[in-house]
């Protein structure tokens, strides 16, 4: 193998290297899905009188919808009593998700289940 032959190869790897950082990837739906779920908990951390119990994302599975859209249903343990607050949490999730996800179309489902 000759000079040119090295150098012409450490060039290539060097510009697909540089090509590969300057273009950011692109989300997948698994990463979508991981990190709005992420994201549910930490809200709902943040939130007094709610435990997070469980968070799942998913798409659709039919092939007719946009593929910015998600579900996200997010379970809670209510630690005090109070009104109704699935719409309230809802709302604080729905708001992280679209800071998060500006082309994302999420639609947010929040179960909060009554301590005894």
């Known amino acids: 193998m000759g000079l040119a032959t090295i ?3 450490v060039v290539a790897l060097a510009g697909l290297l540089g090509l590969q950082w300057a273009t950011a990837p692109a989300l997948t739906r698994e990463t979508v899905t ?3 779920q992420a994201i549910a908990t930490a809200v709902l951390d943040e939130t007094p009188g709610v435990i997070p119990v ?3 994302a998913r798409f659709p599975l039919s092939s007719h ?3 910015e859209l998600f579900v996200l249903q997010v379970e809670v343990l209510r630690t005090e009593e109070s009104g109704d607050m699935e719409d309230e949490l809802a709302a604080l999730v729905l708001e ?4 998060e996800f500006p082309n994302a179309d999420p639609r947010v489902a929040v179960d909060v289940v009554g301590a005894h």
Not at 96 to 99: A, N, T, V
């Open 96 to 99: 992280r998700l679209r800071s």
């Open 65 to 67: 919808v946009p593929d």
């Open 34 to 36: 991981t990190r709005a």
């Open 54 to 56: 469980a968070a799942e």
């Open 7 to 9: 150098a012409v190869t």
